[in-house]
């Protein structure tokens, strides 16, 4: 069974960047497709940034241009850099893998962006 871990979530002012992490268990990391999503409060959960194992990547309208997922399959990690935050970034991230059909999401980490 597959576990994540997110670390890299925190307080950051409007304007400033983080770098969020996710560490999956297991030896099966790069067959994997990989996403980020994000609930903000009273919010539906919605799809940030996907990768797959291939390398293609997809990202949300609203954060096109700021953000950026990456993955290191040497390291089991899936990565999102956020750079030009705003308020509206505000929300728990959660990260996600797919494999063979089945579906692992991690415990998720908040970020917290001030005005």
């Known amino acids: 069974q597959v576990q994540l871990v997110e670390s890299g979530g925190g307080l950051v002012q409007a304007g400033g960047s983080l770098r969020l992490s996710c560490v999956a268990s297991?030896?099966?990391?790069?067959?994997?497709?990989m996403a980020w999503f994000r609930q903000a409060p009273g919010k539906q959960r919605e799809l940030v940034a996907g990768?797959?194992?291939?390398?293609?990547?997809n990202y949300g309208g609203s954060v096109k241009g700021r953000f950026t997922i990456s993955r290191d399959n040497a390291k089991n990690t899936v990565y999102l850099q956020m750079n030009s935050l705003k308020p509206d970034d505000t929300a728990v991230y959660y990260c996600?893998?797919?494999?063979?059909?089945?579906?692992?999401w991690g415990q998720g980490t908040q970020v917290t962006v001030s005005s």
């Open positions: 990768i797959t194992n291939g390398g293609i990547t």
């Open positions: 996600n893998g797919a494999w063979f059909g089945k579906t692992v």
């Open positions: 297991g030896s099966i990391f790069s067959s994997g497709n």
